[in-house]
């Protein structure tokens, strides 16, 4: 599709206007919600039904007009190299956004835009923690057309501004280049990685859910929230076997439904820019990470995706840490090849690095684990087997046999190695984990030497990157300041472009 | 593509943070210090004698716990926050500045300066009484890795800044 002259203001498309009321019930069903709450309460008896009803008319109807006004005075436009959003409708608003400064477009769609055949596009803005520019509200063949032309504009304004930029940044600029389709997760695919994960934190999440909503049920009709809890209590006292079966199913089909939704139809693909990654059943994402913006990624599996041959890949991207959960991206379900693939195109020196001396915990750093994951339990142990509470002593004892196992093999599969070019990090037993950061990437290192570690000359390191920050605990001194002096070698003698 | 050399570095030629000299920082911040603790050691006290009658009569015994709970515990934060400045300092290198502090958990923090996103020169109501500065230091890395120097004369803070600020344009420049 052609886009239109873009240095006159353009409107969001009419059947936009359903998209932003809708967007804006959510803010009027809350006061629908809340003007509820006295007629339910019953206070006050010169409340009658037909009231709330006129109450409802009129808060939609303003939410209706209030609608309307916001898209009528919603306009978009690019304006000597910058891209412009008006909007307001009381409170004006014009945000500039200078071209050169955008480093992603996202397309999202939800599933009423999907119906509506429309689409939201995101301009994403470098690491600030500024909310990021959303246009909600573009026809979908519009939205697509409109993203290649702002990434070719700010190509175009690379290439003015560095005319002999290193290798890295040309290749960027080439706007047409072949694109690989890295892989496509199958229903099968998807099926396997909803049964495989952590099904713990599923149930977690339940019941965060359900606490949160009988608490916020009870508020809002003034049930007494104890009462509420002691029924619920007593009720899974008696058929808590049961209970727990349902609810360990209920996980389950938790972690599937939720994987469905998030990673349906999951592609990704390969370019020499960076990695494009979408995905999504009711509401679809496109993401598209420049390689630059990358600032290391990890490689995560569980027993029972060990068990299948699966891992997920976790891309941490540029973003100040308020921001930096959003700009997580995921993919699940990498086949061995496909982790090679990746390792490749993003991470040549992977097998150089993995050569290198294996930089490992010192034993001490058990010891201090020990001290808390056992300590405790067995302290517990103790004062239950006292008071008399056999059963809970033998439990917490229990807890501390299987965490002497646990915690030993965590400080085991611990590993750092370092290259000129790549530092990789190894850790966890049951998740396992592995870290890829490219040494030029570090933003500042850290040493720290408590006096414990002094007496055993030993340091903890810690890197930060602006991602997030990795650490390397309880290494010998020699071969920590070892790390910090190449890391900080490689970043102060590199001239690459982090970000 | 440019000149472009890519020699093996020997890690025993690389420069080494552990053998930097650190520059200590003005005397003058050792008295704000032991004034700022002095003054949070009062209000300690002052909390500990109300909670200590409160309770008298219930437990007579409880003059004894708190006044030499309360003598130890104050008297160890007077000497961390004595000693601890001794174990203070900066150093700048031709491309990162490194900060150490800590008595019993010792941190150096180096920042290599073309990682550096921004500086700041802070003087709080102490520091003016003073006559102090501090410099803080914004990277990427969150704020958790944020650096600030504390306790520099005016001079040898703008100093400092100076100096980051003329590597960050160079390196914007290049």
Redesign the interface.
């Known amino acids: 599709m052609q886009i239109a002259d873009l240095s006159t203001p353009r409107k969001l498309a009419p059947l936009g206007l359903i998209i932003i009321f809708l967007q804006g019930l959510k803010k009027w069903g809350q006061v629908l919600i809340y003007g509820l709450i006295p007629f339910f309460q019953g206070k006050n008896e010169h409340l009658e039904f037909w009231m709330f009803g006129v109450f409802a008319a009129v808060v939609l109807a303003f939410g209706a007009v209030w609608s309307y006004l916001s898209w009528k005075n919603y306009f978009f436009h690019i304006k000597a190299d910058k891209f412009v959003i008006k909007q307001g409708v009381l409170r004006k608003e014009e945000s500039l956004i200078p071209l050169e400064r955008i480093q992603t477009v996202h397309i999202k769609r939800n599933i009423v835009q999907q119906i509506l055949g429309l689409a939201a596009l995101q301009l994403d803005t470098a690491g600030s923690a500024k909310k990021e520019a959303e246009i909600p509200a573009l026809k979908y063949e519009y939205a697509t057309a409109l993203k290649t032309h702002l990434l070719a504009l700010k190509a175009d304004e690379y290439v003015g501004e560095q005319t002999e930029g290193n290798q890295d940044t040309i290749a960027k600029t080439t706007s047409v280049e072949e694109e690989k389709i890295l892989m496509k997760l199958g229903f099968l695919d998807i099926l396997k990685v909803g049964l495989t994960e952590n099904h713990f934190k599923s149930s977690l999440i339940i019941l965060g859910i359900f606490f949160g909503y009988t608490t916020q049920f009870s508020e809002i009709f003034g049930y007494e929230e104890e009462s509420v809890f002691k029924q619920v209590f007593t009720f899974l006292a008696v058929i808590i076997p049961l209970f727990v079966l349902v609810f360990f199913l209920i996980s389950i089909a938790f972690s599937v439904w939720a994987v469905f939704m998030l990673y349906f139809d999951l592609t990704v693909s390969l370019k020499k820019s960076g990695l494009s990654v979408s995905s999504g059943l009711l509401k679809k994402e496109e993401n598209f990470i420049p390689v630059n913006k990358i600032q290391y990624i990890k490689w995560k599996s569980n027993p029972l995706r060990k068990l299948i041959g699966f891992k997920s890949l976790a891309i941490y991207q540029a973003a100040s840490a308020e921001v930096s959960r959003k700009k997580t991206v995921r993919v699940p379900g990498c086949k061995k090849h496909q982790q090679e693939t990746v390792q490749n195109a993003f991470y040549p020196e992977y097998n150089t690095a993995v050569n290198q001396k294996e930089i490992k915990p010192d034993n001490f750093w058990l010891v201090r684990l020990f001290l808390f994951f056992v300590g405790i339990p067995l302290l517990l142990t103790c004062i239950a087997f006292f008071t008399g509470e056999i059963l809970v002593a033998s439990a917490l004892c229990a807890l501390a046999v299987t965490a002497v196992f646990f915690v030993y093999k965590y400080v085991q599969h611990f590993k750092a190695q370092l290259s000129t070019d790549l530092l990789v990090i190894n850790k966890g037993f049951v998740f396992p984990e592995q870290v890829l950061l490219k040494t030029f990437k570090v933003q500042n290192v850290a040493v720290n030497q408590s006096v414990f570690q002094k007496q055993r000359k030993l340091v903890s390191i810690k890197v930060y990157t602006a991602s997030g920050n990795l650490s390397i605990p309880y290494i010998k001194e020699k071969d920590g300041f070892e790390l910090a002096n190449k890391l900080l070698y490689a970043v102060e003698s590199s001239n690459k472009e982090w970000m | 593509?440019?000149e472009f050399s890519n020699a093996?570095?020997a890690?025993a030629d690389?420069?080494?943070?552990?053998d930097l000299t650190f520059t200590r920082l003005n005397r003058k911040l050792l008295t704000q210090i032991l004034i700022f603790r002095i003054i949070l050691s009062l209000g300690f006290a002052g909390f500990l004698v109300i909670f200590t009658l409160k309770n008298l009569e219930r437990i007579p015994q409880i003059i004894w716990a708190s006044s030499i709970g309360g003598a130890i515990i104050i008297l160890l934060f007077m000497l961390v926050g004595y000693f601890g400045f001794f174990k203070k300092g900066f150093a700048l290198r031709e491309?990162?500045i490194s900060y150490q502090r800590g008595?019993?958990?010792?941190?150096?923090?180096?920042?290599?300066?073309?990682?550096i996103q921004h500086s700041e020169l802070v003087r709080g109501p102490m520091d003016r009484m003073f006559g102090l500065s501090s410099v803080k230091i914004y990277?990427?890395?969150?704020?958790?890795?944020d650096?600030t120097i504390p306790g520099l004369t005016v001079e040898i803070a703008e100093n400092i800044r100076e100096y980051i600020n003329s590597k960050i344009e160079k390196d914007a420049d290049?």
Not at chain 2, 103 to 115: G, N, Q, W, Y
């Open positions: 593509m440019q093996q570095i890690s690389l420069p080494k943070i552990e491309k990162d008595l019993i958990f010792h941190k150096i923090t180096t920042v290599p300066l073309s990682r990277t990427a890395g969150g704020s958790s890795s650096v290049s």
